[in-house]
């Protein structure tokens, strides 16, 4: 049974995670009007005559004061009405739905290689503290982190697609028929994915264990003989399984930022290319529904994040 205090904490971090989400909401809704140019200019062109930009304007609803709009696009994405493309006069939500589920297939295999690897390098360097393989692990996870997404895609594409041509420079998930296929599409994105998330997420799993191994009732379970392969599985990471959940969560936010430049320079068919490609013909009602849905699953892993913290903790667990 969860006690009073967690509950409260819990109810905080939700209410604040939603209040942060309408917030966000603000900042999107303004920055998207504040774009120079517009859907109704894109479509009809430089010459387009004043009156016939009106009549488009007028039609699209931008017309209307910028508070109203407002108003009318937040009720409607309270209601799941994301509202109609500019460019394509699609619904939103179509468009969001045909490129979602691949975005969701990269993170999943993203998340499938990066996870295992991280906890297990993070785990590692923290039993063997100080040694070689946590001095060359730790250095490691520094120099990749300090390395640009972009900067690791670009020398993927040129290593592996132009000078040694054992991978396509562009992912096609649309021709994927076999096993072999869908590995030669998703390797050099996933690769260019796990590189910053295994290094953060190794940092943080190695900070967490080491915690745990230095707590007091670990130096009793040594007292009692206990080997170490026992002390670490047995007692250290039970405890830290929380602060891990913690450091899995907030590494896989960073899923979000690295997959735009990830889906723009592999020309992946995902949510993220979609609202790049909004954004250069813009339509505003896409872009909007896009950057929201970003900004939703940062706040979902973020807010997860604190709920581990918040649960894992024994001295909220217990009075």
Same mark, same amino acid.
């Given at each position: +049974?969860?006690?009073?205090?967690?509950?409260?904490?819990? %109810?905080?971090?939700?209410?604040?995670?939603?209040?942060?989400?309408?917030?966000?909401?603000?900042?999107?809704?303004?920055?998207?009007?504040?774009? !120079?140019?517009?859907?109704?200019?894109?479509?009809?062109?430089?010459?387009?005559?004043?009156?016939?930009?009106?009549?488009?304007? /007028?039609? =699209?609803?931008?017309?209307?004061?910028?508070?109203?709009?407002? #108003?009318?696009?937040?009720?409607? =994405?309270?209601?799941?009405?994301?509202?109609?493309?500019?460019?394509?006069?699609?619904?939103?939500?179509? #468009?969001? %739905?045909?490129?979602? !589920?691949?975005?969701?297939? #990269?993170?999943?295999?993203?998340?499938?290689?990066?996870? !295992?690897?991280?906890?297990?390098?993070?785990?590692?360097?923290?039993?063997?503290?100080?040694?070689?393989?946590?001095?060359?692990?730790?250095?490691?996870?520094?120099?990749?982190?300090?390395?640009?997404?972009?900067?690791?895609?670009?020398?993927?594409?040129?290593?592996?697609?132009?000078?040694?041509?054992?991978?396509?420079?562009?992912?096609?998930?649309?021709?994927?028929?076999?096993?072999?296929? =869908?590995?030669?599409?998703?390797? +050099?994105?996933?690769?260019?994915?796990?590189?910053?998330?295994?290094?953060? *997420?190794?940092? +943080?799993?190695?900070?967490?264990?080491?915690?745990?191994?230095?707590?007091?009732?670990?130096?009793?379970?040594?007292?009692?003989?206990?080997? !170490?392969?026992?002390?670490?599985? /047995?007692?250290?990471?039970?405890?830290?399984?929380?602060?891990? /959940?913690?450091?899995?969560?907030?590494? #896989?936010?960073?899923?979000?930022?690295?997959?735009?430049?990830?889906?723009?320079?592999?020309?992946?068919?995902?949510?993220?290319?979609? =609202?790049?490609?909004?954004?250069?013909?813009?339509? +505003?009602?896409?872009?909007?529904?896009? %950057? *929201?849905?970003?900004?939703?699953?940062?706040?979902?892993?973020?807010?997860?994040?604190?709920?581990?913290?918040?649960?894992?903790?024994?001295?909220?667990?217990?009075?």
């Amino acid at each position: +049974m969860l006690n009073r205090a967690i509950v409260v904490l819990l %109810a905080q971090r939700i209410a604040l995670a939603l209040l942060s989400l309408i917030a966000v909401s603000v900042v999107v809704f303004a920055v998207t009007a504040v774009l !120079p140019g517009d859907a109704a200019q894109e479509q009809l062109g430089q010459e387009a005559t004043p009156e016939a930009l009106a009549a488009l304007r /007028a039609q =699209m609803g931008l017309d209307v004061p910028a508070p109203e709009r407002y #108003l009318r696009w937040l009720a409607g =994405m309270f209601r799941g009405e994301l509202g109609t493309s500019a460019t394509t006069q699609l619904p939103v939500g179509e #468009l969001i %739905a045909s490129r979602l !589920p691949n975005s969701l297939l #990269l993170a999943a295999v993203t998340a499938l290689f990066s996870v !295992p690897i991280a906890l297990a390098l993070g785990i590692s360097a923290a039993v063997w503290r100080g040694s070689w393989f946590d001095r060359v692990a730790s250095a490691g996870a520094v120099a990749v982190v300090s390395v640009p997404e972009f900067l690791v895609a670009t020398l993927a594409v040129l290593v592996f697609a132009v000078q040694l041509r054992w991978l396509p420079a562009l992912s096609y998930v649309s021709d994927i028929e076999s096993l072999g296929q =869908m590995l030669r599409a998703f390797a +050099m994105p996933v690769l260019t994915l796990c590189c910053v998330i295994v290094a953060q *997420m190794m940092r +943080m799993t190695r900070a967490a264990v080491i915690d745990q191994l230095e707590a007091p009732y670990i130096e009793m379970v040594r007292l009692k003989g206990a080997s !170490p392969l026992r002390m670490v599985i /047995a007692h250290a990471l039970p405890n830290a399984v929380g602060p891990i /959940a913690n450091a899995v969560a907030l590494s #896989l936010s960073y899923l979000l930022g690295g997959v735009i430049i990830v889906e723009t320079i592999f020309n992946y068919p995902g949510i993220a290319k979609l =609202m790049v490609d909004g954004v250069s013909q813009r339509d +505003m009602p896409l872009v909007q529904a896009c %950057a *929201m849905l970003f900004c939703a699953a940062y706040l979902i892993l973020v807010t997860t994040a604190d709920v581990c913290g918040i649960v894992a903790n024994p001295r909220l667990r217990h009075r």
